[in-house]
């Protein structure tokens, strides 16, 4: 008979095997990524790249958050919050340990990258199981549109980070959800905003429904939804606050709005080669006050910008579907690939790789959407982000590295596809064809449920009534807790530890 004491050692065994398993992934990321740093031939930053590494070692300096190309170009400071703070402040850790030059950023952005491996694992595993969590995590670490960007130097280095860990905390929140894990996820969408001003549409598209949908009354829902926007508010506001002080227009967590706009709203645009794409010559056509402060000169590019909108608004649902193609790989996907490796200086080959692995995991993903409805685990966080990605494209351009939150939804859905098949057949050989339990957990529920097999009474006692059902403490508790009814109903008395 299988005792408590076996019981707890499977467990710990199991648990240890994934986290070594997690290790060794996330070694085969850094592998990769220094790999693509130390081969490439980008010497120097360009464009966004230039800006964030300028910028983190101008904070480091005492300077605060100011605009590099003033800086540098005509030794003028200019506050700016063009774009969100939070990977400007992760180059500045590198910077102030003395990692200011462009390559040893580089690489600390492949140390950043690879951190994404035990998040997307983690959150695998809760979603669906350890095996799905570790066919998360070697995706993760191989899939090149993850990678790329640590070559690069670009804000999407973070995002897949930022994006793990609001669904891991979103399906933590969902299997057991309180005021606790709803301020956790809410501040974790806080943090995501910080990276990705757009991160912010999490709230209303993965927090606030999550809540909405729990098991619990009405008035505990709307309390969780409440705590959980509370806690992201709180946690972007001493930025909006140092914004505010700042600027003379308000401005939230960014300013770059407004020229975003009105480099993606222009007949370049709107017709030709770069349909749905952006043209630095849209925005430099705008004339603005060059004495302004950027949070005026952000605001008149939204003006010019908008009124070019309501002027060609019949152009505008082409330019839109343009816009997602581009972004989503349906629209001259193999011109995209040439624009991102000339305008991005993303590796064409490499480039090439992820569109033929992004189309790959897209297709599996839809089949690890339905296995997940099959459980009745919810999609919708997945699907918020996807709806995030699309709304932000929509709104303003499409390329391919605005997609990077939805590619890991993609790992995590085409790992339940992969992993899904051979735990169901695990399972109907340990539980007689039950489904449900994690990978590690259909273990330990087949060893409870033997001990209370081996402890059921055959027949009555003398008394005429039933004998005391056995207890389970711990870790035989928790797995018959995941189990079906139908395995549950087996009259035991259950303390969880």
């Not at 343009?322 to 991005?344: N, W």
């Not at 995590?412 to 489904?435: I, M, Q």
């Amino acid at each position: 008979m299988t005792t408590r004491r076996e019981l707890r050692r499977r467990r710990l065994a199991a648990r240890r095997r994934f986290r070594l398993a997690v290790a060794a992934l996330t070694v085969v990321a850094l592998a990769v990524r220094l790999a693509s740093v130390l081969g490439s031939t980008h010497l120097s930053p360009l464009g966004d790249a230039f800006y964030y590494h300028s910028a983190a070692d101008l904070l480091v300096a005492g300077h605060g958050f100011v605009d590099p190309w003033y800086w540098y170009g005509q030794h003028r400071v200019v506050q700016t919050a063009s774009w969100p703070p939070l990977f400007v402040a992760v180059l500045a850790t590198a910077a102030a340990v003395g990692a200011k030059s462009f390559l040893a950023q580089r690489v600390w952005c492949c140390l950043v990258g690879a951190a994404l491996v035990p998040l997307v694992a983690c959150t695998g595993r809760r979603m669906a199981g350890a095996r799905v969590g570790l066919v998360a995590g070697a995706l993760a670490a191989l899939y090149p549109n993850l990678w790329l960007s640590d070559d690069l130097g670009l804000s999407e280095t973070l995002s897949p980070l930022l994006v793990a860990g609001v669904l891991l905390l979103a399906y933590r929140f969902w299997q057991r959800p309180g005021p606790r894990r709803a301020l956790a996820l809410g501040a974790a969408v806080g943090v995501a905003a910080l990276g990705r001003d757009e991160m912010a549409l999490y709230v209303p598209l993965v927090l606030v429904p999550l809540a909405l949908l729990a098991r619990l009354g009405w008035r505990r829902r709307l309390v969780l939804a409440g705590l959980g926007t509370l806690a992201a508010l709180v946690t972007v506001a001493p930025w909006v606050g140092y914004n505010m002080h700042r600027f003379r227009d308000p401005t939230f967590i960014s300013s770059g709005l407004g020229i975003t706009l009105a480099s993606a709203n222009c007949d370049r645009t709107y017709r030709g080669p770069l349909e749905g794409y952006w043209s630095v010559d849209c925005a430099l056509d705008v004339r603005v006050d060059p004495h302004a402060d950027q949070s005026v000169q952000g605001a008149q590019y939204q003006t010019e910008a908008l009124h070019y909108v309501r002027a060609h608004a019949g152009r505008l649902p082409a330019v839109a579907l343009a816009r997602l193609g581009r972004a989503f790989g349906a629209f001259h996907p193999m011109e995209q690939v040439a624009l991102d490796a000339t305008l991005e200086s993303r590796p064409r080959r490499w480039a090439l790789v992820g569109l033929v692995s992004y189309y790959a995991l897209a297709a599996t993903t839809l089949v690890g959407l339905v296995v997940l409805r099959r459980r009745r685990v919810p999609v919708l966080p997945l699907l918020g982000v996807g709806v995030a990605v699309a709304l932000t494209v929509v709104v303003t351009f499409g390329q391919t590295r605005y997609r990077t939150p939805l590619e890991v939804v993609l790992v995590l859905g085409a790992a339940v596809a992969l992993g899904a098949p051979r735990r169901r057949a695990r399972h109907r050989h340990d539980l007689g064809g039950t489904s449900g339990a994690s990978g590690e957990g259909g273990a330990e529920l087949a060893a409870a449920l033997a001990v209370l097999d081996a402890a059921r009474p055959a027949a009555p006692d003398t008394t005429g009534g039933p004998r005391p059902a056995p207890v389970l403490v711990g870790a035989g508790a928790r797995a018959l807790d995941s189990a079906p009814r139908a395995e549950a109903a087996s009259g035991a008395t259950v303390l969880v530890r």
